[in-house]
T-cell receptor
């Protein structure tokens, strides 16, 4: 089983749609969780952290379910500029910042 | 100007050649990392360094070596390149004082080994 699993997609949605991605992780001792965004052929960049109580950043909402070991990202009112690959990232917190990356979910937003 | 830079950005080399990828950062971070990214496999950690005197292997260090010449510089070497080292290589930095999940990545080096 992969340490961090994501549906690779692509998710094809029209502008204005709401779309959600899920991610599961295998290490129950994982301490912190993140979503990174990666544009085609570019470097990954932190989109948002994921907190136990859930958190929002504008059109983006992240949720964590520790019992089921999954993380979700909801994007509302999708924009063309949201087209990218979204990486689910888990920190095992083994005394340093060892980030384990999922393979990513690709989102394509069309006009 | 970019905070994390990598050179070269693209490189084509032949099997058996030694190649060095360089990373420089102006963020003042002590921690630096080298990853490779392959389609369908995600980012995998090759080596990481907490400071100039501290270098550690990641999950896929075989066939690679690193050098931390200064706080700002972290180089990755392929001693004898092989085709399955063809990948996109990223350098990253982090500062544990600002959170445990944000790493700042360079633009990547696309390496092809023929």
């Amino acid at each position: 089983r992969k340490e961090v699993e994501q549906d690779p997609g692509p998710f094809n949605v029209p502008e204005g749609a709401t779309v959600a991605f899920n991610c599961t992780y295998s290490n129950s001792a994982s301490q912190s969780f993140f979503w990174y965004r990666q544009d085609c052929r570019k470097e990954p960049k932190l989109l948002m952290s994921v907190y136990s109580s859930g958190n929002e950043d504008g059109r983006f909402t992240a949720q964590l379910n520790r019992a089921s070991q999954y993380i979700s990202l909801l994007i509302r009112d999708s924009k063309l500029s949201d087209s990218a690959t979204y990486l689910c990232v888990v920190n095992w917190n083994t005394g340093f910042q060892k980030l384990v990356f999922g393979t990513g979910t690709r989102l394509l937003v069309s006009p | 100007d970019a905070d994390v830079t990598q050179t070269p950005r693209n490189r084509i080399t032949k099997t058996g050649k030694r190649i060095m990828l360089e990373c420089s950062q102006t963020k003042g971070h002590d921690r630096m990392y080298w990853y490779r990214q392959d389609p369908g496999l995600g980012l995998r950690l090759i080596y990481y360094s907490f400071d100039v005197k501290d270098i550690n292997k990641g999950e896929i260090s075989d066939g690679y070596s690193v050098s931390r010449q200064a706080q700002a510089k972290f180089s990755l070497s392929l001693e004898s390149a092989i085709p399955n080292q063809t990948a996109l290589y990223f350098c990253a930095t982090s500062d544990p004082g600002t959170g445990d999940g944000e790493q700042f990545f360079g633009p990547g080096t696309r390496l092809t080994v023929l």
